[in-house]
């Protein structure tokens, strides 16, 4: 880490570490060691989601800039404004769940910066404050930083049709030509009275390249790819097309048509809440 | 048997978009009836749905605190419109009664010193966590429903030391998600601004089955909640023994006032473990209970306890 975050800074790249699990009880030691070693080795944010994490990072590493994670589910400007007083957050990292309209007028309440999802998956669940995965798993973003664990995906074949399982429970069928989407529980298809479909959301990822100007108009100062449980190849695409398009929009040219479809999930992709109609 | 410390009660906050009439019977029964100690109340899941019971809130408060019950006010649990920020902020600053905070906005609405007590809703997975807030004025916490026994009993333990009450979800379908978009409503082909109150038609929730047919979970508009109940009759010895002070009961159509007095009696000893499990599933008719979180598995599995 201590290399990875030289070659960074070489390149004129800030490195910000999340470490946005919820400590555990009675094994907080090891995230406070997570905490003391990222600044030792020279991250330059923390990116955490848990008060008692916040308090502690706080109180050790004052100059340290923190940073609130999305799994704080900050979604407004009172609680935002709350943890830049409790403690000192200089960034928030917004829910997925609020329209551009929102954000703008969040940013019109705040002092701190704002950084928003644009590309990755469409959590639609206010994250951090999410069990489905635990439910069906035993494991959850909360409590080990990972949703739907690959580990509980399954895949078998019934009646010609491809069907993909998460923790024994059906999640999806599809065709065996068409590609299966990854089962988490939010993108799945059910029942409920009449309805038979996805009853939470379509399996596709959020893409919200062709709205940068209007999210750089609503004051967001950071745009985030998710970069997690992703390949190189998939973070080195995604970052390239991304960055052309911040670019193009700096330079007064248009953002151009997104070139990521084939890295999203189902190979589809919607632009989320920040479309009121999404609700 | 006795158990060691005696643990009291609570009923949480209806969950469910119930009718006004439905929602005051609801309170007045337990007033007169249920043996518990503390009882929520107030819309934690859909502002849209709180003009609709509004006026019979103060009644159902007064008539509980008549019958001696503590009765304390719970926020809504994703705070994001202007109505629903003055609304909480206005909620928070009420005298005369005790405040649930469900989001952290509510934290920001408290004034100095005040007192309050967290809900489910809040993430207090750690003792850090629970002596912030207890420095902020917490005097009670219902601990995430999602926890395993080992955080519980070290959390129980930290809020002992702090002389805070430590509560466990108990009875009821586990809230595990909520978000900004509201699925009855797209079960009905609506949107949440424009939905048509669909979440009146499921007082328990709406049942949501797979592929194959399995029930898994429970739609009730923006929360997305468990098909099993969480059911830890079987589990209140273990429970009590981690120092957890209240187990909470939350509200479905079933008779609340005989699951309360099943616990009741389960945890005075006047009941063994086995009449009490057959006495709520009696109750509660063809629901299936879960406990796996209790024990650090899927919150979907029942768990039995080894004869």
């Known amino acids: ?279 | 048997m006795i158990l060691p410390q005696r643990v009291s009660l609570s009923i949480g906050p209806v969950l469910f978009n119930w009718p006004a009439q439905r929602w005051s019977d609801f309170y007045a029964r337990l007033a007169d009836e249920a043996p518990v100690d503390s009882i929520y109340v107030g819309e934690v899941v859909c502002s849209k749905r709180l003009p609709y019971y509004l006026d019979a809130i103060a009644g159902a408060v007064d008539r509980l605190q008549r019958a001696g019950k503590t009765v304390v006010l719970s926020t809504l649990a994703l705070v994001t419109l202007p109505r629903e920020r003055r609304d909480c902020a206005d909620m928070v600053r009420t005298d005369g009664c005790e405040i649930e905070v469900n989001d952290i906005s509510a934290l920001a609405y408290l004034t100095g010193g005040q007192n309050f007590r967290v809900g489910p809703y809040i993430n207090v997975y750690n003792e850090s966590t629970l002596r912030y807030l207890a420095d902020f004025g917490a005097t009670s916490v219902c601990l995430p429903p999602e926890l395993p026994l080992a955080s519980v009993a070290a959390i129980a333990a930290e809020a002992r030391n702090l002389h805070l009450d430590c509560e466990i979800w108990a009875f009821g379908r586990i809230p595990l998600a909520i978000s900004g978009r509201c699925y009855h409503a797209r079960v009905d082909g609506l949107t949440k601004d424009s939905c048509q109150f669909g979440c009146s038609r499921d007082h328990d929730g709406l049942g949501v089955q797979t592929l194959d047919g399995k029930d898994i979970l429970a739609l009730n508009g923006v929360q997305t909640m468990s098909h099993s109940y969480c059911n830890l009759i079987d589990d209140v010895d273990r429970v009590a023994d981690t120092g957890i002070t209240t187990l909470r009961l939350s509200p479905h159509t079933c008779d609340m006032v005989a699951i309360a007095q099943t616990f009741r009696d389960r945890l005075d000893g006047k009941i063994g473990a086995e009449e009490a499990t057959a006495c709520v599933s009696e109750i509660c008719g063809d629901v299936p209970f879960s406990n796996g979180y209790l024990f650090g598995r899927s919150g979907v599995e029942m768990i039995r306890k080894s004869p």
């Open chain 1, 1 to 279: 880490m201590e290399k990875s975050i030289a070659y960074a800074h070489g390149h004129e790249t800030k490195v910000f570490v999340a470490i946005n699990t919820f400590p555990r009880a009675g094994r907080e030691q090891i995230w406070h060691s997570a905490v003391d070693d990222s600044v030792t080795l020279g991250a330059d944010a923390l990116i955490l989601a848990d008060l008692g994490l916040l308090a502690y990072a706080t109180d050790r590493h004052p100059l340290v800039r923190r940073h609130l994670s999305v799994q704080a589910a900050a979604a407004n400007a009172d609680t935002i404004n709350f943890y830049a007083r409790e403690f000192g957050v200089r960034r928030v990292v917004l829910p997925r769940v609020l329209t551009i309209d929102e954000i703008a007028a969040i940013n019109r309440e705040i002092d701190c910066e704002t950084e928003a999802f644009v590309f990755g998956s469409l959590c639609v669940m206010a994250e951090g404050r999410c069990s489905l995965s635990s439910y069906v798993t035993g494991a959850s973003p909360n409590l080990n930083g990972v949703c739907s664990p690959g580990s509980q995906v399954a895949y078998r074949e019934c009646d010609g049709k491809l069907v993909s399982e998460l923790g024994g429970f059906a999640i999806h069928k599809v065709d065996r030509s068409e590609p299966a989407p990854y089962p988490t529980i939010c993108k799945g298809y059910f029942s409920a009275g009449d309805f038979h479909g996805h009853v939470f959301e379509e399996p596709a990822g959020l893409d919200g390249s062709a709205l940068i100007p209007q999210l750089a108009m609503a004051g967001v100062t950071a745009l985030k790819i998710e970069g997690r449980q992703r390949s190189r190849a998939y973070v080195g695409a995604a970052v390239r097309n991304l960055r052309r398009a911040i670019d193009n929009y700096a330079a007064g040219l248009p953002v151009g048509e997104s070139a990521l479809l084939h890295l999203s999930e189902g190979q589809s992709t919607t632009q989320g809440a920040y479309q009121k109609a999404w609700r």
